[in-house]
């Protein structure tokens, strides 16, 4: 346990040291692996001595939330400041051991990287003004993408639901111009 906490009182002092500070236009991802090493992370996420030392390694149970681990399966590395769950299967550095046991998605790296700079006590550097457009960009692109799963949906329940009997009616012209307004109504209807 001592030497996680030697480990931490350094970087710690690193931290403090003016010539670290304020330096950057580091993203918010850059500045959490520069401040919060995996082992910090996973002595906090597993709780109070509950990470052991094996090696140069430290082991566990695991701490992720989908994973009752009754063996310790979870492996930190110190030297290459990573991790591994040979039960889960995945491992990484810290910002996907956070995102992990916080459950962010893959695309939201960036915001477990937030809280894990608030975790620990430090500040979130400021986003420039290209993360707020990329974030724009991305809403929209998450929102088409919504809205085509709707509107499949729509037409899967509409062909199932409403088709048949619109196909019982004989005439061809009259048959379309029903289709037509049935579906108009339809989407009006389900929004
Ligand atoms: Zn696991």
């Known amino acids: 346990?001592?030497?996680i906490a030697e480990n931490r009182r350094e970087r710690t002092l690193e931290a403090t040291r003016p010539?670290?500070?304020?330096v950057s236009a580091r993203t918010v991802i850059e500045e959490a692996k520069a401040m919060v090493s995996t082992v910090d992370l996973a002595d906090r996420l597993c709780g109070p001595g509950r990470l052991r030392r094996v090696g140069d390694k430290w082991v566990a149970c695991c701490p992720l939330p989908d994973h009752?681990?009754?063996?310790?399966?979870f492996t930190v590395y110190p030297d290459t400041d990573s991790w591994f769950c040979f039960a889960c299967l995945v491992g990484g550095d810290v910002i996907e051991l956070a995102r992990h046991a916080w459950?962010?998605?893959k695309a939201e790296a960036a915001m477990a990287a937030g809280d894990l700079l608030q975790e620990f006590g430090h500040d979130i550097p400021p986003r420039p003004p290209a993360w707020f457009r990329k974030q724009e960009r991305q809403r929209h692109t998450r929102d088409?993408?919504?809205?085509t799963k709707k509107n499949s949906d729509r037409r899967r329940l509409f062909e199932l639901l409403v088709?048949?009997?619109i196909n019982t009616i004989e005439d061809e012209e009259r048959?379309?111009?029903?289709?037509d307004r049935?579906?108009?109504?339809?989407?009006?209807?389900?929004?």
């Not at 088409?144 to 809205?147: G, L, P, S, V």
């Not at 049935?182 to 929004?191: I, K, M």
């Open 19 to 22: 010539e670290r500070r304020g």
């Open 1 to 3: 346990m001592e030497s």
């Open 144 to 147: 088409a993408i919504e809205q």
């Open 163 to 165: 088709l048949p009997h």
């Open 182 to 191: 049935a579906w108009d109504d339809f989407q009006r209807l389900t929004p």
């Open 175 to 179: 048959r379309n111009r029903e289709l």
């Open 68 to 73: 009752e681990d009754r063996s310790p399966s």
């Open 103 to 105: 459950g962010y998605e």
